[in-house]
């Protein structure tokens, strides 16, 4: 997997966690021949429209917690409601049901990643995928979302970022960020625990949260230039963090 990700020409700057990010699902659908996907948390944004899906001969079931954002999905995917990192989560599924299960931007909210990652392995037939794309600790901007509370943290987010409003297309939701580093060492053992058998954690640095505040703006940039040379992994901004069953 980690040479699959380095000819798709993975680099640490965290512009390609998300350029790259649909290209990385894609290309690893193909190398593992993953057909039945579940994105998670997929409700309003799913990953793939559904002429792409039919394209690449997927078979996409997106998840959500809330019926509101699985409303707005396209009705062509089958819809999978319910908490995936709820102990009662296999009550509902069928296990070995997906081949890839990915999220992207979820695992934040997330209470109790251990559970999720577990729900996840029974979720997956063996040879299957998991992929969480995720903000990490300790990037100044995530940190202070953790905590400082909530109501304080949404007003913030809306002055910089204006298009973040609870009735727009990208709100803001509560963020515990459980298990979101970009150190393996904090990560790894949680996800061998679940039983996984392979693992690979890509780390990103930099973002674009202050890019609008003269002189912190710079200052930023040459602590995140300093930290990916250095490869600090506790001050990592984003994360890929792969799983095979």
Same mark, same amino acid.
């Not at 296990?95 to 997330?110: A, K, N």
């Given at each position: ?34 057909? $039945? ?12 429209? *559904? ?10 079931? #997106? ?23 709820? *102990? ?15 999220? $992207? ?38 940190? #202070? ?73 710079? #200052? ?7 930290? $990916? ?17």
């Amino acid at each position: 997997m980690a040479a699959l990700v380095r000819d798709l020409g993975y680099s640490p700057d965290w512009n390609w966690s998300w350029s790259a990010y649909k290209d990385t699902v894609t290309a690893i659908s193909a190398e593992y021949g993953l057909s $039945r996907h579940l994105e998670v948390g997929g409700g309003r944004d799913p990953l793939f429209t *559904p002429d792409e899906a039919r394209r690449l001969g997927l078979s996409v079931t #997106l998840n959500d917690i809330s019926a509101a954002e699985l409303a707005l999905a396209p009705a062509a995917f089958a819809k999978l409601h319910c908490d995936v990192a709820s *102990p009662d989560t296999m009550r509902v599924v069928t296990p070995g049901s997906y081949d890839f299960v990915y999220s $992207r931007m979820v695992m934040e909210h997330v209470r109790d990643a251990r559970q999720l990652w577990r729900n996840q392995y029974e979720m997956l037939a063996p040879g299957g995928v998991a992929l969480a794309f995720v903000p990490t600790l300790h990037a100044p901007p995530f940190w #202070l979302n953790r905590m400082v509370p909530e109501a304080v943290s949404s007003a913030i987010v809306s002055r910089l970022f204006p298009d973040r409003h609870q009735a727009g297309d990208n709100p803001k939701f509560p963020a515990f960020y459980d298990h979101c580093f970009g150190d393996p060492n904090k990560v790894v053992p949680m996800l061998e625990q679940a039983g996984f058998r392979e693992t690979l954690l890509l780390p990103f640095w930099g973002y674009s949260y202050f890019w609008k505040i003269p002189v912190l703006k710079q #200052l930023d940039a040459a602590f995140t230039r300093l930290a $990916r040379a250095r490869d600090w992994r506790l001050v990592t901004s984003f994360a890929y963090i792969l799983a095979v069953k």
